[in-house]
């Protein structure tokens, strides 16, 4: 038995295999069927995929681009911490980040600058780093 669904109207039509790759007409809505399983369909459907992974290339592409002005931002904020968000047109960021930078310092003259300093450091690499164009 070889089941095909109508094109159309979806409904379902059962054939015997000797009707294989014989054209038939829907009993519901009378369009042209072709009896094979629906199976023969799904390798169709991959192409979408196909297509979809061909897109993917592109995609990588562009933040490739975005990912090197992040890359250089990261080792921006690894040299000279925050300038690099200026880099990444992040001026609130910067700003925020040179508030913190200066609390910061000032705390290492009670110790909690010793953590805080480095910690910020590290998190303004990454913030940059992952900062998406
Ligand atoms: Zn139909």
Redesign the pocket.
């Known amino acids: 038995m070889i089941t095909v669904k109508?094109?159309?109207?979806?409904?379902a039509h059962s054939f015997n295999d000797q009707h294989f790759g014989k054209s038939a007409q829907?009993?519901?809505?009378?369009?042209r069927?072709k009896i094979i399983p629906n199976q023969p369909v799904a390798p169709i459907a991959p192409a979408p995929q196909y297509a979809a992974a061909q897109a993917i290339p592109q995609q990588v592409v562009i933040q490739q681009s975005s990912d090197t002005s992040s890359t250089l931002a990261a080792i921006i904020n690894l040299l000279f911490p925050p300038f690099g968000f200026l880099i990444q047109g992040r001026v609130g960021t910067f700003v925020l980040y040179l508030i913190a930078w200066f609390f910061s310092i000032l705390l290492i003259f009670v110790g909690i600058g010793l953590v805080t300093t480095p910690g910020l450091w590290l998190i303004g690499i990454i913030d940059a780093a992952n900062h998406k164009g």
């Open positions: 109508c094109p159309e109207c979806n409904h829907c009993r519901k809505c009378q369009a069927l």
